[in-house]
């Protein structure tokens, strides 16, 4: 299923009453009619799932419909207002300002008093700014309207507080293989005839529309508007159709849950979804110098000393990408990918960082020991400064083991090493010292 039509004029009392027209686009004849013909969005529409729930009880709670482009948000909007018997008023923030949200505030108030409900569909809501959104709740609230509001961004991040504590947030799945194939069927159906691709041909078709119903179906008409004698098999298809780029807004959620994706794959260790990844972001044209940014972060972040080199490895990524730039470059950036997952990890480094901040924050007016203060003056050394100072270099071993800490702070552990790759060696120095430091005072 997908937003399989164009939107209708405002307050339309009953929005699945008037079939498209005969040379109408495919999408739109092929709109669902109901809600049992929604494809691909079973979870809320069935029987057990919160829509199904709220229809079968004439019931509608506000709602916010939050799922990628073409998966059925404005369809399921318009069949709750037809299931609902509710009078159907839809805008878009697009193309809308305060005066529209004025005017349907006051058609939907005009309505109630004559007993009927209003459902105002607003799609991509999150284009609202947060004054707008405000704008809403006191109509929200008395019952003027049921919001149904739809939008490919995380509404966490792209609405209200107050407006998501009075809406229900519906999650939406990108369409599946199985969904989009049912929904090539339902076209040939309609057309009276298959599509002019072979098996393999039809099965690139729907990995080429990215869970997005309406491309998929704009793809179809555009093979069937060409009357193509024989079937096309996947090359010939690739050739005459421009392969659908991945959805992926740079400033967007999906470009935090790409990068998060990354870096749990390289924190847990596989390089072979940790390259996917890689390869999702850069295919769809993130900047390259972003990736290499976030795993110079990684390899300070989740490898430290387990391997030193891991940062070493991403600095010379960065570099090489700057001197050869795209494509070339980029193979250096999968060379730092691939040595970030394979390396041993520790995230020893970053949690000595956060608990010394921390103790720093809550200590930072003790003064060093006088024994380690530097001493440029004369008035400094006649008050201390440096008397006492214990030379490393002259003792036995390179070490001589004195106290660094500020008086009134005791000796603390930040650093906690891994027994794993370097970090293994480093764990036998620290002992050593402990000893040593032990030794050293106990003389």
Known sequence: MADLFAPDSPGTDSPG???????????????????????GQEHLTGPEG??????????????????????????????????????????????????????????????????????????????????????FLPFVEKGTVTLVGATTENPSFALNAALLSRAQVLILHRLDAAALDTLLSRAEGIEGKALPLTPDARAALVASADGDGRFLL???????????????????????????????????????????????????????????????????GEEPLYVLRRLVRFASEDIGLADPQAL???????????????????????????????????????????????????????????????APTKLMKDIGYGTGYAYDHDAEDGFSGADYWPEGLSPQTYYRPVPRGFERQVIERLEWWDRKRRERRAE
């Open 17 to 39: 009453a008037d079939a498209p027209a005969a040379d109408a686009p495919l999408a739109d004849r092929l709109r669902p009619r109901a809600l049992p013909e929604v494809i």
């Open 50 to 135: 919160a829509i199904g729930r709220m229809v079968a009880a004439g019931r509608l709670s506000s709602m916010i419909l939050w799922g990628p482009p073409g998966t059925g948000k404005t369809s399921i909007a318009r069949l709750l207002a037809d299931a609902t018997g509710m009078r159907y008023a839809p805008i878009s923030a697009v193309f809308s300002g305060v005066a529209d949200l004025k005017k349907a505030f006051a058609e939907a108030e005009a309505a109630a008093t004559t007993g009927r409900k209003t459902l105002l569909f607003v799609d991509e809501i999150h284009r609202f700014n947060r004054a707008q959104q405000d704008g």
């Open 218 to 284: 704009n793809q179809a008409e555009t093979l069937y508007a060409a009357q193509i004698p024989a079937p096309l098999d996947p090359a010939a298809l690739g050739q005459f159709l421009q392969r659908r780029v991945a959805v992926y807004d740079k400033d967007r959620d999906g470009h935090y849950n790409l990068i998060s994706a990354l870096h749990k794959s390289l924190r847990g260790s596989d390089p072979q979804a940790a390259l996917y990844y890689l390869a999702r972001m850069l295919t769809a």
């Open 312 to 374: 070493v490895q991403c600095l010379a990524a960065k570099d090489a990408y700057d001197f050869l730039g795209s494509p070339e470059g980029e193979l250096a950036i999968v060379q730092a990918c691939l040595y970030c997952a394979t390396a041993p990890k520790s995230n020893a480094a970053y949690t000595a960082q956060k608990a010394a901040w921390k103790s720093a924050k809550e200590t930072g007016s003790l003064s060093p020991p006088a024994s380690i203060l530097n």
